[in-house]
């Protein structure tokens, strides 16, 4: 474990620690240091730990953290705010905070919490569509099964002409969708009434009924976030409305999906499922899902590409220069 720190000279200047890295991040985290120049002292550790006592300890004395990966629970809240500690803002490198930190108690410490947005649509939107393409496609299988020295021939499903159902319409879904319509899917959406003029003006059919939605599409893909009015929106009714040898794909939040029904629905074994969101990650040894071969699982990767990195960096730098600044860009509680 090592870190590097700049303006090391600067003791009259704030200090910002980036606790923990993911190795592909390091770069553009490094690159996007200098935008702090003369606001506040950065500090990046190199490694990424979950030891929740040593993440206490490198933010010690920092009035920011930068953080992507570690869940924040009451425990580490408290030991990081006043009076235990000095952390006013925890900046965070992605949209889906609130599975990360409990906002509301945040607040109550005083730790502001931001976030950044549309940073990955491009990376999400592609993983969500291989997944599909997975599903349809069967590659992988087929290429262990040639690894393994046989000749398995799978029979696939065509994506062209099939109906893609998609719910919500935010820049991942919107860059979803201008892929699926290239390949020539046809594409309906459920999602807020606010976003019919949008969906019907990017050439695709407003679907206002998510159960109909569910029945009438040949895939359906989730996109929305994870709030007080989304968590288990998506019921066992509405997957067993899924017609054989559908698909349905969720690379949002596991938390969308109430508990237990998605199992119980491939525990049928007439639809596929892709799926890259868990309600704990890493996923257990033991979880059900693991044991589903109608299921196509991945590590919530979608997010991890290099244009994603990128963005993050450029983002949550932005949102810790605007806190210094008194602004509330990025700001979710």
């Known amino acids: 474990m090592g870190f590097f720190e700049t303006q090391v000279e600067r003791a009259d200047l ?18 996007a240091v200098g935008s702090l120049a003369d606001v506040a002292r950065v ?21 920011v953290g930068i953080i992507t990966g570690i869940h924040f629970d009451e425990t580490l809240l408290s030991s990081i705010a006043a009076p235990r500690g000095s952390v006013k ?41 291989a997944l599909m393409l997975e599903c349809s496609r069967r590659i992988g ?33 919107q860059a979803v969708a ?24 990017s050439g695709y059919v407003f679907e206002p009924d998510l159960m109909s939605l569910f029945a009438h599409s040949d895939v359906v893909s989730l996109h929305v976030g994870l709030n007080d009015a989304t968590a288990g929106m998506i019921t066992r009714e509405h997957l067993d409305a899924l017609r054989t040898g559908s698909f349905f794909i969720n690379t949002a939040r596991s938390q969308l999906v109430t508990h237990g029904a998605l199992e119980q629905r491939l525990e049928r074994g007439d639809i596929v499922a892709g799926v890259d969101v868990y309600d704990q ?50 700001l979710v509680n």
């Open 14 to 31: 704030p200090l910002v620690v980036v606790p923990v890295i993911f190795d592909a991040m390091r770069d553009d985290m490094k690159a």
């Open 89 to 129: 803002c925890l900046a965070f490198g992605g949209t889906g905070v609130a599975s990360y930190v409990n906002l509301s108690q945040a607040k109550g410490m005083g730790i502001q919490v931001r976030n950044i947005a549309h940073y990955g649509d491009a990376s999400v939107a592609e993983h969500a569509i």
């Open 178 to 201: 201008r892929i699926a319509a290239a390949i020539g899917m046809r594409v309906q959406v459920w999602a807020r009434p606010s976003h019919v003029e949008a969906v019907e003006e």
């Open 281 to 330: 990650e890493p996923l257990p040894a033991d979880d059900p899902l693991r044991g589903y071969d109608n299921a196509i699982l991945t590590p919530h990767a979608a997010w991890f590409a290099d244009t994603a990195f990128a963005n993050i960096a450029r983002q949550v730098f932005a949102d810790v220069r605007d806190y210094f600044q008194g602004g509330t860009l990025g």
């Open 43 to 63: 500090r990046v550790y190199d490694d990424f730990t979950d030891d929740r006592d040593e993440v206490r300890r490198r933010l010690d004395s920092a009035e």
């Open 141 to 173: 299988r087929m290429d262990a099964s040639m690894k393994r020295g046989e000749w398995d021939t799978l029979e696939c499903i065509d994506l062209h002409g099939k109906t893609l159902g998609l719910v919500g319409f935010g820049g991942i879904s």
